[in-house]
């Protein structure tokens, strides 16, 4: 018996990396799931997206845990897609009581090189993205009287952090958008939460996957970090969704931050 048997939960961003994580995490406690993923080209990104390819291969791995898995393209920043998304999980799987709302993009450089359609893409998938994803969910779980979101903001979005500032900017805003949604929401079984990954190794920050990664650059995460590791995994980060998940509903509007101790650097 799985904490989550006869639950439907919904992944955006769920082809690969963290959203491929929480996938099989919450498969593996016995949610039927829908991946979300696959946008369309987006400009001046130094990582190549996730594919159908991928989120095809997410949904064969959660079908070997023995879950129904529904895999569809979605490019969250249009809000038609989303809400069809949401609809079509609740009307295949029969139910929509998890919602991760976890795509996004990161961009870096010096705040005066950021152009502005760098800035767009990154307003309209990370925060446009989780405003679209939480205002389609949010009517169906009040008909239900139960829902558990978890929004994915970042380290980033707790403290400053050099050449990442239009990014953080969006990580900041996913925080407000998801303790305001939670209050408005709190008397009908519904929960909001954020979990605030800090760098975690997935094809977004190495793109070229393997184990092909200069000395010098884990030496130098490895000291930034209080807990000498460089980076998170994906599992990682999948238990704080697990957890929050499956609370019995008196955890909401938190954050929680999975930073490999930077947490006690913020005041």
């Given at each position: 018996?799985?904490?989550?048997?006869?639950?439907?939960a919904?992944?955006?961003?769920?082809?690969?990396?963290?959203g491929?994580?929480?996938?099989?995490?919450?498969a593996?406690?016995?949610?039927?799931?829908?991946?979300?993923?696959?946008?369309g080209p987006?400009?001046?990104?130094?990582?190549?997206?996730?594919?159908e390819?991928d989120?095809?291969?997410?949904?064969?791995?959660v079908?070997?845990?023995?879950?129904?898995?529904?895999?569809?393209?979605v490019?969250v920043?249009?809000?038609?897609q989303?809400?069809?998304?949401?609809q079509?999980?609740h009307?295949e799987?029969g139910?929509?009581?998890?919602?991760?709302a976890n795509a996004?993009?990161?961009?870096?450089?010096?705040?005066?090189e950021v152009?502005?359609?760098?800035?767009?893409?990154?307003?309209?998938?990370?925060?446009?993205?989780?405003?679209?994803?939480?205002?389609?969910?949010?009517p169906?779980?009040?008909?239900?009287r139960?829902?558990?979101?978890?929004?994915?903001?970042?380290?980033?979005?707790?403290?400053g952090?050099?050449e990442?500032?239009?990014y953080?900017?969006?990580?900041?805003?996913?925080?407000?958008?998801?303790?305001?949604?939670?209050?408005?929401?709190?008397k009908?079984?519904?929960?909001?939460?954020v979990v605030?990954?800090t760098t975690?190794?997935?094809?977004?920050?190495?793109?070229?996957?393997?184990?092909?990664?200069?000395d010098?650059?884990?030496?130098?995460?490895m000291?930034a970090n209080?807990?000498p590791q460089?980076?998170?995994?994906?599992?990682?980060?999948?238990r704080?969704?697990?957890y929050?998940?499956?609370d019995?509903?008196v955890?909401?509007?938190?954050?929680?931050?999975?930073?490999?101790?930077?947490?006690a650097?913020?005041?």
């Amino acid at each position: 018996m799985g904490a989550l048997d006869g639950r439907v939960a919904l992944i955006t961003g769920g082809a690969r990396g963290q959203g491929r994580s929480h996938a099989l995490a919450l498969a593996a406690e016995g949610a039927d799931i829908a991946v979300a993923d696959a946008p369309g080209p987006m400009k001046d990104l130094t990582y190549p997206l996730g594919t159908e390819d991928d989120l095809r291969h997410t949904a064969k791995l959660v079908e070997e845990l023995g879950r129904r898995c529904l895999s569809l393209t979605v490019d969250v920043r249009d809000p038609a897609q989303v809400d069809a998304a949401v609809q079509q999980t609740h009307q295949e799987l029969g139910s929509l009581d998890v919602v991760v709302a976890n795509a996004g993009i990161v961009s870096t450089g010096l705040l005066e090189e950021v152009s502005d359609h760098v800035w767009q893409q990154l307003i309209d998938t990370n925060l446009s993205g989780a405003f679209h994803t939480l205002r389609a969910a949010i009517p169906v779980m009040r008909q239900q009287r139960f829902g558990r979101i978890v929004v994915t903001s970042s380290m980033g979005g707790r403290m400053g952090i050099p050449e990442l500032a239009a990014y953080n900017a969006t990580k900041w805003g996913v925080i407000g958008l998801a303790k305001s949604a939670a209050l408005e929401v709190a008397k009908e079984g519904i929960t909001i939460n954020v979990v605030c990954p800090t760098t975690t190794q997935t094809p977004m920050v190495q793109p070229a996957g393997g184990d092909d990664i200069p000395d010098d650059l884990v030496r130098r995460m490895m000291k930034a970090n209080p807990i000498p590791q460089p980076w998170l995994q994906p599992e990682d980060v999948s238990r704080a969704v697990v957890y929050l998940v499956t609370d019995p509903g008196v955890i909401t509007g938190s954050v929680l931050e999975i930073g490999l101790g930077g947490s006690a650097r913020i005041h």
